[in-house]
Each structure stands twice: as C-alpha cells, then as structure tokens.
C-alpha cells in the first residue's frame, strides 16, 4: 500500500505564503511559527514549479495547446485568432496554426503560418533541449497524441485538465502555477508576414494575461481545485480534499523594469524602492504569492546565473555597454570548457 506523504506546504510552502504576507511598507500580522506547526497534519505531496498556461507567453507563438475546454488560444487548428476552446480537439489539435508555415498550396492550406517561426521553434527543439522532440509542423496531439506530448518536448502542452486531475487522484495537494515569459523568444516567434494573434512579448502584459487566465482555469473546475492566497487558505483547500493552487510569476524583468530598448541602447535606470513596492503590491494584489526576483537574464535586482549557452547570448543583446566586459569573460569561459573538457571536469570538481 502506498504511503501518503506529508505536504511540504506545511514547512516551505506555508513559509512562502507568510513571507508573501509581509510586504515593503505594509508589514501584516502572520500566524507565528508555533501556532503554523500545531495545525492538523496534511498529507500528499507538492508541486512547486508548474507552467499550465505556457500557450499565452512568449506574444502566445512559440508553446502550442490549451489547458482544458475553455482555454484561451492565441489560434486554434482551422487559424481562428482568440478564441476559446470548445473541445479538446480544438484545444490539442493540428499545431499547424503556430508551428508551422505559411502555405496555400499544399493541403491542409495553412494561411496563418509564419516560416520565420516555424524554423526557429525547430531549431529550439532539436538545439535547446538535447535530443529533443521535434514532431513535424501540422503533428496533432488528440485524439491518440502519437506525436506530443513527450518527456522531452517543450513548445507543447503537457498540462491538460485530466492530466493534472489524475495527478490529483495519486496525491497532488499543491501546485504552484508560474506565469513565464521570455521578451527575445516571444519577439523571434513574432517575426516575419503573419503576427495575427499574437499577444503581448512584454514580461509584465505576458505575466498579467497569464495571472488572470490561470485563475478563470481553476474556476472552471472547483470540484477538485482552489487558488490559495495564504496558508490558511492552503490548509482548508487540502483538508477538504482539494488541491490548492498557489500562483506565482517567473519572468526576466518584473513590471519590465529596466528593459533596454535595443541591443546598443543603455538600459533604463533602475527603478526606485517605491516603484518596486509598488509593483509588487500590485502582483500581490493580482493573486500573486509566489515569486522569481531574478530569471534567466540581469535584471533590476541581479544577474543571472550562467544556465545555458542558449541564453548568454540573450543576455548580452539585453545588456547596456556598460556591463558587456562580464559576459565578454563568460563567453571566454566557456569557449575554453568547450574546446578542454578535461579542464571543465577540474573545474566542476573543485
């Protein structure tokens, strides 16, 4: 028989959800940590790190296939701009729409296609991830799903309803729903003829669609789900046999923050500490109770730690002058752990 395992909500994630309650200038009283530990026992287990509206960043190009009948899609099979799905098959189908490339002469005709798009959604599938899915343009996913999703496909969705109730039934208590974004992915997969449809690439419209799209989801299904906005929230959501759902933001520039404009034009200055409290007072505000200061490129509050070769370049075309001698070092770094492995293994292991 299996072993039900306490949720991790009472330790980490309840300390996430008090944090969130003590804002800049805005100090809240919390439940003290005795009194959080004397609560009833909860058991199930925690998914900390979830992305179910993927289909909407990113200007809603590049990730393909809504969440459940209802959804918002940027196009669907038969290139219907926004709309909302009515069935699975309108939801998980033909990827021709977003994937694929402008054609009227071959069936099925495909005239909201974008080749520009199309070839570098192909290259991040075979380049970003090693041995990646790369299901040809036009693979549908319902009904058999012969082609995505996969373990190691990304620009497909992996997070259908049923999916993440089956989850539910094998223990999912907790699930943190990330909005996501990434302006210089969204910006590449909004080049070329066709870019109707297409939604925001800015971190803070991708974020804020995405916040509102994932409460209307969860209100969709309230039999078996629940936003949690504190951890009280979280405790009454689980005891009742439900699953909480606490939303967050992971996203390179929160309320777009210091964006530079261009590749050769300085960053904008850095915000002040009332317009970060501002800001995060409105994503608090939003729904908001879990969050990334710092993603995958320098921001107003950091720099990024060097994740992947893919996203170094990106950082440096989002950089002002001032900053390129960092990355000029980095990418010296790693021209040297490519061409001497060896070096990199004693390096590692120091």
């Not at 058999?144 to 993440?164: A, L, R, S």
């Amino acid at each position: 028989m299996r072993k039900s395992l306490p949720v991790v909500s009472a330790s980490l994630g309840v300390l996430l959800l008090v944090l969130w309650q003590v804002r800049p200038g805005r100090a809240r009283p919390v439940a003290s940590v005795s009194a959080l530990t004397k609560w009833p026992p909860l058991t199930g287990f925690v998914d900390l790190h979830t992305h179910p509206l993927s289909n909407l960043a990113f200007g809603g190009k590049l990730f393909y296939g809504g969440v459940d009948i209802g959804s918002l899609l940027p196009a669907d099979p038969d290139c219907n701009d926004s709309v909302r799905a009515t069935s699975e098959a309108q939801a998980l189908g033909n990827d021709n729409s977003t994937h694929g490339g402008w054609d009227l002469v071959n069936p099925p005709h495909n005239w909201c296609g974008n080749l520009d798009r199309k070839w570098i959604i192909h290259a991040l599938q075979t380049k970003a991830v090693k041995n990646g899915n790369d299901p040809p343009s036009g693979s549908t996913g319902s009904p058999d799903f012969g082609y995505w999703p996969k373990w190691n496909d990304i620009t497909h969705q992996k997070m259908w309803v049923e999916w993440i109730r089956r989850a539910y039934q094998g223990g999912l208590r907790v699930m943190v729903a990330l909005a996501h974004n990434n302006k210089t992915l969204g910006d590449l997969t909004s080049l070329g003829w066709h870019s109707a449809g297409d939604y925001p690439t800015d971190d803070k419209s991708s974020a804020d669609l995405q916040i509102r799209e994932i409460q209307s989801f969860v209100r969709r299904h309230p039999d078996f789900m629940e936003i949690a906005l504190t951890a009280a929230d979280v405790h009454r959501i689980v005891s009742a046999n439900k699953m909480a759902v606490v939303v967050g933001v992971e996203i390179d520039h929160i309320g777009n923050f210091q964006v530079a404009i261009g590749p050769l034009i300085p960053d904008r200055d850095p915000p002040d500490s009332s317009a970060v409290r501002a800001e995060i007072d409105r994503l608090y505000g939003e729904g908001v109770r879990y969050i990334f200061p710092i993603h995958l490129l320098d921001n107003a509050f950091g720099g990024a730690a060097a994740y992947e070769d893919l996203f170094s370049p990106m950082t440096v075309a989002t950089l002002s002058w001032q900053r390129l001698g960092r990355f000029s070092k980095l990418f010296s770094g790693l021209a040297i752990l490519h061409a001497r492995p060896a070096l990199g293994r004693r390096m590692h292991s120091a």
